[in-house]
């Protein structure tokens, strides 16, 4: 798709550029990176949303410990709002994520965020598997989404204990020309060299912005694993569009329950 402009404000007397289309956040002084780090920045400047704890999925690592069949809980619509209201000149970026954020009971007017704050980058962290028909909205509100896809149909279907393979690809390949589009790969024990070979592909067949691969941290719901050898294979194979995230990204987190704290 088309590139999208960078958007850039000036928060607590400093200049910072958030990039829409690679989602990386930097210094609007000095140029971006190359190792397409998310936040290129000395202090948090974006937050993450928990808009709710609720996920139809229980894939090997997720940072919020989020499964199918377990209790859930949503974020209150109104006090969101308040707080991104009250603080929005904070932040530069602001991302919705979950569980599955798109399983929040008042998921529409959450993602009419856009039309209530100022100039800000918005971005849906989801698995790709449910509300297609909110499609429309998230291209009409100009939403970057991040689809996690984590390799090719055995591997992907392994890790994530479902068969959504087919669905997720679907998915992307409808989002990509429509709205700006990256996919998250964990790097995991189950990834092969081919998986990776073929996520690459896809990214560009796709139409996809980017493809962040994700090494995944000891929180949440974490299954450790020998991943150094693979993790190395999928630098070598990271190109303009791709990259590997192994470090936190410098953000804030605003949980379910209303806590306020660093990301791990």
Request: charged fraction near 25%; include cysteine; hydrophobic fraction near 35%.
């Amino acid at each position: 798709m088309a590139s999208v402009k960078p958007i850039q404000n000036l928060i607590d007397g400093v200049i910072y550029k958030y990039d829409r289309e690679f989602d990386i956040i930097s210094n609007g002084c000095a140029a971006i990176s190359a190792v397409f780090n998310r936040t290129q920045v000395c202090r948090p400047v974006d937050i993450c949303i928990e808009c709710t704890t609720r996920c139809n999925m229980t894939c090997e690592n997720c940072f919020s410990d989020s499964r199918a069949g377990s209790r859930s809980a949503h974020a209150r619509l109104d006090d969101v709002l308040t707080y991104l209201q009250q603080s929005s000149d904070s932040y530069i970026r602001i991302c919705l994520t979950g569980g599955e954020p798109l399983l929040h009971p008042r998921i529409v007017e959450l993602l009419g965020l856009p039309d209530r704050i100022g100039e800000c980058g918005f971005v849906l962290s989801t698995n790709g598997t449910v509300r297609k028909d909110l499609d429309g909205a998230l291209a009409e509100h100009h939403w970057l989404t991040a689809v996690s896809l984590h390799g090719t149909r055995e591997t992907h279907n392994k890790y994530t204990r479902s068969q959504t393979f087919d669905m997720v690809r679907r998915r992307i390949e409808r989002l990509a020309p429509a709205t700006t589009t990256h996919i998250y790969s964990v790097i995991h024990e189950g990834l092969a060299y081919h998986d990776v070979d073929w996520l690459i592909r896809f990214r560009e067949d796709s139409g996809a912005a980017f493809l962040r691969f994700i090494v995944p941290r000891a929180f949440g719901r974490f299954v450790p694993g020998a991943i150094e050898t693979i993790a190395r294979y999928v630098d070598s194979r990271c190109d303009l569009r791709s990259a590997v995230k192994r470090e936190p990204s410098l953000s804030r987190f605003l949980s379910v329950d209303g806590d306020l704290r660093p990301t791990h």
